[in-house]
């Protein structure tokens, strides 16, 4: 499933990543974020993300939903979001997420970059620090699946350069090697990629390295 998102924030915040889980102790941030959610009867609906801390959020959707309902939600570079409704309110409802340390943690690596990139300007995208990679042969695997060889031609913890003859359309989902990506331009040598998970450094340079 791919969505489209028009992700916005109101201002520069860096989350703490490692906050035990614990309702409303966790800070708010707004960030708006365009997606789908599940309702327990695996119906569908669009939402759209308003604000959101490592241990839940708050989404206007189209139809209501119940206290206590399990919710599965859906936005670009954040992945699935599951949790129960803790509240509702004219319009959308509050959800608290269920989630491991490790999912909290590598939310607020998410949210933190989401909410400094949209803050400072898409030419703040590229601002990570790219290294070459002295092993630059990959495969790039397309939606349906088609796996093709490719170049990685430069890399940061938040995207990659790739040479490779393909041209999939700008906003579809890809695989670099192991990494989740969406295709946000092209250029002459091939296309860039932004990962929907950001990557840590040391792993990123034991990868690519």
């Known amino acids: 499933m791919v969505l489209q998102s028009a992700p916005f924030a109101r201002r520069s915040v860096a989350l703490s990543p490692r906050i035990v889980p614990d309702r409303r ?17 695996k119906q569908e609906y669009p939402c759209k993300l308003t604000d959101i801390s490592v ?9 209501a ?13 954040i992945g ?3 949790g129960t409704v803790t509240r509702v309110f004219d319009g959308g409802f509050g959800m608290r997420f269920s989630a491991t340390q490790h999912k909290r943690e590598k939310l607020a690596a998410q949210l933190t970059w989401l909410i400094n990139r949209d803050s400072l300007g898409p030419s703040e995208e590229r601002r990570h620090e790219r ?15 088609v796996v093709i060889p490719c170049r990685v031609l430069d890399v940061s913890i938040s ?4 040479g490779t003859d393909a041209r999939p359309a700008v906003g579809q989902e890809v695989q670099l090697g192991r990494l989740r990506a969406r295709v946000v331009r092209h250029h002459e040598q091939g296309l860039g990629v932004a990962f929907l998970d950001i990557q840590q450094p040391v792993a990123l340079r034991r990868y690519f390295g």
């Open 80 to 82: 699935g979001l599951e």
């Open 131 to 145: 290294i070459v990679p002295r092993n630059s042969s990959s495969e790039l695997k397309l939606s349906e699946g």
């Open 65 to 77: 939903v119940e206290l206590n309902e399990r919710i599965v939600a859906y936005f670009d570079h």
């Open 159 to 162: 995207g990659a350069s790739v």
């Open 25 to 41: 102790r966790h800070k708010r941030v707004s960030l708006t974020l365009l997606g789908r959610f599940m309702r327990a009867t």
């Open 55 to 63: 241990g839940g959020a708050a989404l206007m959707a189209p139809v």
